[in-house]
Every structure is written in C-alpha cells, then in structure tokens.
C-alpha cells in the first residue's frame, strides 16, 4: 500500500512497541551504506527529521511511503522519500531504537514508493520518479545491523511513472503495478520477479499495457494483490494469481492474469477483466487479497470524491468480489 500525504514534512508511525529515551536525526549522506539510528519510542514519535543534505529546506519528508512490518521481529519499518537529502530511505525498528538508511539516491520528482518484506526479512523497494521505475533491495535481512542496498532503473522512458504498488506470496513470488502515461493515455504496467526475489536483475516490466483503455488522469494509487487459487476445489491455495484495480472515468476496474506460468502475464491478453464496478472511479485505492486464504474475496478501500469518505468493497462499494479460476468464474 502506498501511503501518499500520510507522512508529510515529518514521518510518524503509530504501532504498539517498546520504549526508548532519546531521539536523533538520519545521516545526510546518500551513500547506499549509510545507516545511522535514532533512540525513541515507535509508537507516537518522529521518525525522521531535520534539516539536511542537498535539497530545498521547505522540501517534504515521507510525503511518499509506505509502512511494513518487518517479519524479522514484527516490528514497524517504512520507506520513504526524503526530497530534502534526495533520496530514498528506509527506517526500521531493531526493539530499542529506529535505524536510519539510505537506499539510493533519488529526485525530487518521486511520485511513489511502495515495499515489502520476503519470508527472509529482506526489504523490497519500488519507486517511481519521472520517466523511470526503480528497484531497490537491501543484501541481507535487518537481523544484520549493518548492511549495503543494491539498487537499479527497473524500467525508463515512460510518461510520467506513478503509483506503484508491489506485494509478495508466502514463497516470496514478488510482483506489482504502477500507472504511465498522460491525459487519454494512461495504462498500468504489470511488474514481476517469479524466483530469487532478493536479486535486482530477476524482476523485469510487462512490455505491454494491461488494460487498453484508458484509466482516469489523476489517479495517484491502484491496488495489486496475488490472489491464492485453489484450482483443485479442495480449499487448498495451489496457485497465485496476480490482480490489479485501476481507477476509470466512472467505474473501478478488477483485473487477474489466471495464468499457471506468470511469465505469460506479460502479455496483456493474457488478463481477464473480471469486474467492472459501476460509480466514479476512486483515483486513491488499495486492493487487500490475502494469498494464504483459498480463494480470499477481494476487498477495495477507496477514497471516493463524490463520496468523501473511505469504504470498502463489502461495504457501500459493491459485494466482494472472489478470486478468479482459470475455469473464468468465481469461486
């Protein structure tokens, strides 16, 4: 889930955890080994703050991230950008105190950052800035205190990269979404890694568009979950199937590659638009699939302008919506 406007010039957590006595800022430096830690407690206190490295001093903090909890200790950890020193950082809770680091280097024009853990407790990171799709992950799990980022340009030359989301299966199959292009052209983008996810070079980007109409202008977030299949009938999950919600004129678009090779997904013929829910279509949204339930109900949580408020899809949005079978009905 990406977090746009939840943090601001400030980064806040508000999770249970224990205490600390003290507070300090992160290290300017944007090398990719950079980590430094500040003693505090993660329940209610700043993050990150300060004035500090190359940026504008009315830079924002955190006003793109997105929260995780690390399954090293099941304690809170975030990525973020920081437009002040330029980069992206990542910010864990180690049980006494949050560790500062920096990813990489990165522009001020950061429009989304989105992360998740594998079952190794490595950190994923994807984000967006300009023309590009960038990846990021750290060398070992944060069991290591002190450890270097690998980082690399997943994709370029796109029109203005935004929204990306990415989330991973219980045997860390790792893939996402995120939105290109301008007014009238915008299409999402299907990312996936099918094997050692901890590895930069194995993810890659769909060279197809997966819907080919158009999706509203201003949508700032869509969802992406796996949905946990169970192709034999017998509550079993069996496989996992990739799902994206985009956000149209006036409707809200469900779409799944039921696909046994996920290679295949790279092919936009190869998704099924399974619902089209009827309404204005919410330019902020998350998908929640859980892909250790069989055959989970998909639910939407969405900010909608004509509605103003957040809802889901059992809810006032619509029924919920099942996983799709390679058969082409619900489960």
Known sequence: MNHKYL??????????????ETQGIADPSLSNSSTTSTSTSCSSA?????????????QSRGFVSDVK????????????????????????????????????GAPATVTSVSMVFLSTGIPVVVWTAGTDVLIATRTT?????????????????????????????????????????TLLTERSRFILCSS???????????????????????????????????????????????????????SLRYITCPNATLSNCGNAANWTINVQVAGTGPVAHSLHLDPTIANDSAKVFANSSAVGKIYSAGASFAAPVRCHSPAGSYA
């Open 7 to 20: 943090l601001g010039l400030t980064l806040f957590l508000f999770v249970s955890c224990n205490k600390g």
């Open 46 to 58: 700043v993050i990150d703050a300060g004035a500090k490295g190359a940026g504008s001093a009315v």
């Open 69 to 104: 909890e690390n399954p090293y200790n099941s304690t809170p950890a975030t990525a973020y950008a920081d437009y002040h020193s330029l980069s992206i950082k990542f910010s864990y809770w180690n049980g006494l105190r949050w560790i500062h680091e920096t990813v990489a």
């Open 141 to 181: 799990s944060t069991a290591t205190a002190s450890s270097s980022w690998n980082a690399r340009i997943l994709g370029t030359a796109f029109t203005a990269t935004r929204a990306a989301t990415i989330a991973a299966t219980p045997t860390n199959l790792v893939g996402g979404a995120f939105l290109t292009g």
């Open 196 to 250: 050692s996810c901890s590895n930069i070079n194995n993810y890659s980007i769909s060279a197809a568009t997966l819907d080919a109409n158009d999706v509203v202008a201003t949508q700032s977030q869509l969802g992406f979950g796996w949905c946990g299949a169970d192709t034999n009938a017998d509550s079993v999950v069996d496989a996992y199937y990739p799902a994206v919600t985009v956000a149209r004129t006036a």
